[in-house]
């Protein structure tokens, strides 16, 4: 009985809506990234760029660490190889990611560009190991998740353009479940560390992430006008992660306990300018329990318009009976 519902939680019948979320949302967070660093390339990841820290000293503390992490460093080598100078394989590599992103976002080769842009992002953020954050590991996470995904959807180009015979909905069940499982354990370790200590229960450490260079979007006068409302906020942001895992998966508190994560992430990049965090992890969390939340909510929506239009009707009783 027990393997039974292990096996019926592990590998529900799903659609296909979750890896179309994950796919666009992750081809349009690819093209805002390759976009965003396109004047700053070069200057980052050159072996001697212009600032102290350059992808000789980033490429030589990984290579302390290990010798196997993927990095710019293989790949600019291997463009040496056929006569392309560094510039030109970094520049390169930069096209590699936007058209990746553009591919993903139409849908076109999913499996080819999912995999090439896991590998190609993955590259740069370990060459870049001391500029990264959570928003490089969490898209490196996402990439892997389509990477291993079901491909193509139904929304995709390859989907239209190809033959394709109808994938078991058991296996999008299986790798949405993973993921599912994969983000209630990061944030309930992220709440669980931020419960821990004390700053994040008198608003301290709310206080130092609005007011650090460059995440002061929001003026000091402003802060301390509604001092009273940050140890509040880091309250309730200890408690919507820590009860991540229990809340989401309830019928009637997931769409709730989602909005509220969502109103969070987008919070956090329109006050600190991290936008790109906010975006994936908004991706994530859409992909993962999105379509549950949002089928939940239309039939919610139906049957109270159902109800509402039977009671207005003069002739519901007759028709009742």
């Known amino acids: 009985m027990m393997r039974q519902r292990l096996w019926a939680f592990l590998f529900p019948p799903d659609s296909d809506c979750w890896v179309t979320i994950l796919r666009i949302g992750l081809g349009l967070q690819l093209t805002f990234f390759a976009w965003s660093v396109r004047v700053d390339w070069n200057d980052l990841f050159r072996t001697n760029g212009p600032g102290l820290v350059n992808r000789a000293l980033t490429e030589a503390i990984l290579s302390s660490e290990t010798a196997f992490t993927p ?12 006569g392309f100078t560094e510039t030109a394989s970094l520049s390169f ?3 590699g ?11 076109l080769c999913c499996r080819f560009f999912a995999i090439g842009a896991w590998f190609l992002y993955l590259c ?14 969490f898209t490196t996470i996402g990439l892997f998740y389509l990477m291993i995904a079901p491909l193509p959807d139904a929304w995709s180009l390859d989907w239209r353009l190809r033959e394709h015979r109808a994938l078991s909905p058991k296996r999008f069940g299986f790798h949405r479940r993973i993921l599912q499982l994969h983000l209630c354990l990061i944030y309930f370790f992220a709440g669980l560390s931020k419960s821990l200590g004390a ?8 206080w130092r992430a609005l007011t650090r260079p460059p995440f002061n979007l929001v003026s000091a006068e402003v802060l301390i006008r509604f001092a009273y409302l940050l140890p509040a906020i880091g309250i309730l942001v200890c408690l919507l992660e820590t009860g991540y895992p229990v809340f989401i998966w309830l019928r009637r508190t997931r769409p709730f306990w989602l909005a509220a994560i969502l109103l969070m992430h ?11 965090f906010a975006s994936i992890m908004i991706v994530l969390n859409v992909a993962a329990f999105g379509p549950d939340s949002l089928a939940q909510l239309t039939r919610k929506l139906f049957w109270r318009s159902s109800r509402a239009s039977l009671l207005s009707d003069p002739d519901a009783d007759r028709i009742v009976s």
């Open 71 to 82: 990095r710019l460093g293989w790949l600019t080598a291997f463009g040496q190889r056929f």
């Open 93 to 95: 590599i930069w096209f």
């Open 97 to 107: 990611l936007l058209v990746a992103g553009l591919c993903l976002l139409a849908g």
């Open 124 to 137: 740069t953020v370990k060459s870049g190991l001391l500029f990264a954050y959570g928003v490089d590991n």
């Open 199 to 206: 700053d994040w229960w008198n608003g301290n450490s709310i």
């Open 266 to 276: 987008l919070s956090i990049g329109l006050t600190m300018g991290l936008y790109l």
